[in-house]
């Protein structure tokens, strides 16, 4: 039988409740799944209006689009039985999908339903669909929408009811957490109207109520009542209209910003507790009853409180008060932070989150969404995030990179990264030292001290949380714009000095960045590189740009295609002067396409054949911008990739999973091999000669990152797991040839060793650093980190202590790479072999 054979016959649902159809109508729907299916990819659908029933429905009388939803239950019925069963399994699973998609869209339209239509709708619907069957395949939510539209309109009936109590979902101790949510989003609207639009079956909705209920003022009590019957009306919506917020604007003034914000900000704090204790305990999920964790997207709220707080934060973005913008900083973070097994926890208030700083004046709002793009990896969020900074940008008339330089705020600290804030008698010292590092000093009557002061925390409460708040969003924007800087090179602009000199030079906080990197300057006639150095800019030799003027353009300086001699001197100017840049710019590694290259045509195979880690390895790629998904026992097989739209071309970097090895608990392979790199430009790949050079040596960059980082050679505890089956790899990977990156880490330790003290017992062999110690004699890969040892090149594990080395303490030129201080570690420890205790060590070094 043919799929469309199952509509030749007629309904079978029940009699008393099955509609009679309107043949074009049901005709025409048959029409759209087939066509869904023509033209769908091989695992998702087409949107709705790429198909032409669809346009055809779309363009028909009231009466025959409600036609057309009639026709759909009984179809959606037929694909849930067969789903799973015979030839038609995967497309069954399609098919009801699309008709999923089309009655939601229909119903949800502008389609009028009068209450004893909605309740026929319904009959039929629970008639040939199981309420109780998670999978049947029931459009509840786009139900009880159109319901909850009538119920604005015209309150409740004995219709409406009705129509509610069918779609009720008998209890269970393991029901899913979203048929639970629609069951007490019901419940919510049997109760009927009351003077408060809050459920109060969850923590936000009882403390909404409680706090109303005390109001002692009649007058504000009426205002608030208004303001919650206000965002309760957004309902399910995605966005707020202009209507809605110009209305918000109205409510918000006669209530005063005041009662809003400091209420908001607790009820903000009420929902991110919650938040954070799912994340704590992630078990809860289940010991609460709350069904499967990939379906507890929600489950910290009911659904009319979690509409009600996606609407209080879009209308957070009018009152513009700071402490509330922070507040709403620290939620969203929370509500976007995925949990495992479980994903994003509210999506919807996170975007509104979103939406909330689009709406801010642009340089509060701006910097904000930079800080967000950084820490989130979500890909629809990061979307959303684009198409905010989007519509800034077109509403202020400045490009998207213009917006990010000028939205980035001071913090009130001067260009040397000082901040002063009194507090009572004290002041406090607040000092930026470092990309990740901090001092915090307190004074008074001249005479200082390291801890807060105790007349601080108990008299200065709210202006010491401000204080901590302030550095916290120091902390999280000084790595965002240390990134966004150095995706200059994919991203390369020139900036007019005057500008440069504002957002960058003297800019409080970039400027701590800024004036650590080397810049190319160029007015036509003449150019040069140049670093802040004594109050100036000066050349490589130290002698003053005074040439420079408001017309000069200036670009990120990047040491390719200059001479070597160039940049050692450039090298040499950073270590006379002990600076430490944000991130390898003189130093930074250098790829040239070799022989080999150029002569495979269209690909690179410097960095195939290794094995990575693969977690490591995905928390990488989204870490440096590339798009990678696990892949596990299933089909999940994809490419990593990054884009860089700057010359339009795509980066691929081929890697298969080790299917032969071990997985995780829930199937994810630990392990991929890795293969070919190679560029495409619109879907054409491209000749290695036809890569721009910066770009070429740019993503072999981040791909020398992922082995140096990822790769199973990298783990000194490797032959001690058990697991043999890389170990040739292993080793050879451990002590082999030294990658560009350990090259430029060769040459930064052979500056730094003869200036320490274990100086005399040091040299350098190839690719390895010689430590003589009491015991034995040493020999450390420069890039692995892996030692040998005397008399045979035995293998020496030692697993370091990330968390405090030697080598955090010494000057190094760069920050970012933890293997130089890791390996400075080793050499210290190694040197004075003699006094090491640590019983696993010592172990091996008597054997």
Known sequence: MSILDFFKKGPKG????????????????????????????TYSLPPLSKLEAYQHIKNKSDSFKKDAIKA??????????KMGNGAFAGNNYYSREILQQLFSQLVRGKLPYEDEELLTLVRTTVSLLDVNDYYSGIPFKPLLSKIEENFTRTGKSTSLESALELLLVKESEYMYSDARSLNNRIRYLLKGSSELKVDQNDQLGKSIAQYLNELPEEPLKEKWLKLIDHLASVGDKAAPTKKWMQDTHVILEELEHSHFTRQAIAWLELCKASIQAYHKNPRQVWDEGLGYPSQASSMFLTDVNHNLLKAMIWAAGVVN????????????????????????????????????????????????????????????????????????SEREGYSEAELEEMGVPDYGLNTNGFLLTSMGDYTAHFQITGMSTYTLSWEKEE???????????????????????????????????????????????????????????????????????????????????????????????GAPLDWIGPETEVQLWHPIGFEASYVLEWRNVLLQRQIVQPFKQAFREVYLQTDAELNTGSYSNRFAAHVLRQHQFTALCKQRGWHYRLQGNWDSHNTPFVLVPHWNIRAEYFVDADGNGTTTESGIFNHVFTDQVRFYDNRRQLNM???????????????????????????????????????????????????????????????????????PQCSFDGKFLKVRGQLRDYKIHM?????????????????????????????????????????????????????????????????
Request: charged content about 25%.
């Open 14 to 41: 029940d009699a008393e409740h099955s509609p009679v159809l309107n043949p074009e109508a049901s005709q025409l729907v048959d029409q759209l799944v087939q066509e869904a299916l023509t033209i769908k990819d």
């Open 72 to 81: 759909i239950p009984e179809k959606i019925a037929y694909f849930r039985k």
């Open 321 to 392: 008060d700071p402490d509330l913008n922070s507040a709403l900083d620290d939620y969203g973070q929370w509500a976007l932070k995925k949990m495992p097994g479980v994903g994003v926890l509210s999506l919807k208030t996170g975007n509104a989150c979103l939406y909330s700083f689009s709406i801010l004046p642009f340089r509060d709002g701006i910097s904000r969404l930079t800080k967000f793009r950084k820490k989130i990896k979500h890909g629809s969020v990061l979307k959303q995030i684009d198409k905010c900074i989007r519509q800034i």
């Open 447 to 541: 005479k200082k001290q390291a801890s807060v002061p105790a007349a601080v925390k108990t008299g200065e409460k709210e202006a010491l949380g401000r204080l901590k708040k302030q550095i916290k969003e120091i902390e999280a924007q000084l790595p965002a714009q240390r990134d966004r800087i150095e995706q200059l090179y994919l991203k390369p602009r020139s900036i007019r000095f005057t500008n440069w000199e504002t957002y960058y030079l003297n800019q409080p906080l970039v400027s701590i960045l800024a004036r650590k990197l080397i810049w190319h300057f160029s007015d036509g006639k003449q150019k040069a590189e140049g670093l802040y150095l004594d109050g100036r800019m000066r050349d490589v030799t």
């Open 689 to 759: 000669d036809e890569v721009p050079a910066i770009v070429f040596s740019e993503i072999m960059r981040d791909v020398d990152l992922f082995v140096g980082v990822t790769s199973i050679g990298n783990d000194p505890t490797w032959q001690d797991g058990g697991n043999d089956q890389h170990n040739t790899y292993w080793r050879e990977y451990s002590f082999g040839d030294l990658s560009e990156s350990a090259k430029i880490r060769e040459g930064v330790l052979k500056n730094l060793i003869p200036c320490l003290k274990i100086a």
């Open 783 to 847: 890039g692995s980190g892996n030692i040998l040892m005397s008399p045979n090149d035995q293998y020496l594990c030692i697993v370091p202590d990330r968390k405090a080395t030697k080598g955090d303490h010494l000057f190094l030129p760069f920050e970012g790479d933890s293997m130089l201080s890791i390996i400075i570690s080793k050499a210290f420890l190694l040197a004075e072999d003699n006094k090491i205790t640590d019983p696993t060590i010592v172990r091996q070094l008597k054997f």
